[in-house]
């Protein structure tokens, strides 16, 4: 595997490949690697040519007072395992190199980032979409693939490579999870011991909406009624940022359960800001 920092450097790499007509595969991640990428890994080893997967803490997504400068890192063992994965390039720039001190242009998608994560970190979706479409530019992928966790962000690219005609495919890949049923994430390891025997009850408290679905309730409201008691019992030590229920393709809040909706979860436990969510058929 072959390590790659200059954005430069990159982009002929990739330049070479498009002209050869190989297939490519991109996983952008921030880096410290867990089993949800890994499994991101394995899946698009299996049908693409040339594998890269990126390893940028991208500043353009984190707002005042979030955790840029203490995000977990561990770019040698991300490396061995990326290699383990079969991963062929890893691109791994600095921030530097990506955007120049004076940088001020912007990929946004306003209409799927009011709601959800986007009404309190209001300047994220604008620092991702950006550095995906700006990923995009230096790899040139034939398919890049997103975990399903982050589903806004995955809209969200969805909607960009659309919008902008970027011959890229955007593949969703299941949210993996511990044994207990928690998300995995990079900042699980924020968790302290109390705290992460806790986490699992985010996940349960949508698994109990789910329930409620099947059992023929159908009112938001009364559905949120019924979580928000739940974490109240089981997460009291949790600060929600929000649990909503939204069209899982424009992330509009849904006042009733119709047809397919996305339940969404934030809840920040201790140092920890965790997200969750569930799809919902009546």
Request: with cysteine.
């Amino acid at each position: 595997m072959r390590e790659i920092a200059s954005p430069r450097i990159m982009q002929e790499e990739s330049l070479d490949w498009l002209r050869r007509g190989a297939s490519v595969g991109l996983v952008p991640t921030m880096g410290y690697l867990h089993d949800g990428h890994l499994s991101l890994m394995r899946w698009a080893r299996e049908r693409c040519d040339i594998l890269v997967a990126s390893v940028f803490v991208n500043p353009a997504q984190f707002g005042p007072g979030e955790d840029l400068d203490k995000y977990p890192a561990d770019l040698a063992r991300d490396a061995a395992l990326a290699g383990d994965c079969g991963v062929d390039v890893l691109f791994c720039p600095n921030r530097d190199a990506m955007y120049d001190p004076e940088h001020g242009t912007w990929v946004e998608t306003p209409e799927l980032t009011r709601a959800l994560c986007g009404r309190s970190r209001p300047i994220h979706f604008r620092g991702v979409a950006t550095v995906v479409c700006k990923l995009f530019h230096l790899v040139w992928p034939t398919f890049a693939v997103f975990g399903e966790k982050d589903w806004q962000q995955l809209a969200v690219i969805r909607k960009m490579t659309r919008e902008l005609d970027l011959p890229v495919r955007i593949e969703g890949r299941p949210i993996v999870r511990e044994a207990d049923g928690l998300a995995m994430s990079s900042r699980n390891v924020y968790l302290t011991a109390e705290e992460r025997a806790a986490a699992p009850h985010i996940q349960k408290g949508l698994c109990l909406l789910e329930e409620l679905v099947r059992a023929g309730e159908r009112s938001v409201g009364r559905l949120r009624e019924a979580v928000l008691a739940y974490y109240a019992e089981h997460l009291p030590q949790g600060e929600l940022d929000y649990l909503e229920v939204v069209d899982p393709d424009r992330i509009e809040p849904l006042a009733e359960i119709s047809s397919g909706a996305l339940a969404a979860v934030a809840m920040r436990l201790g140092r920890a800001r965790l997200i969750d969510n569930k799809h919902i058929e009546p």
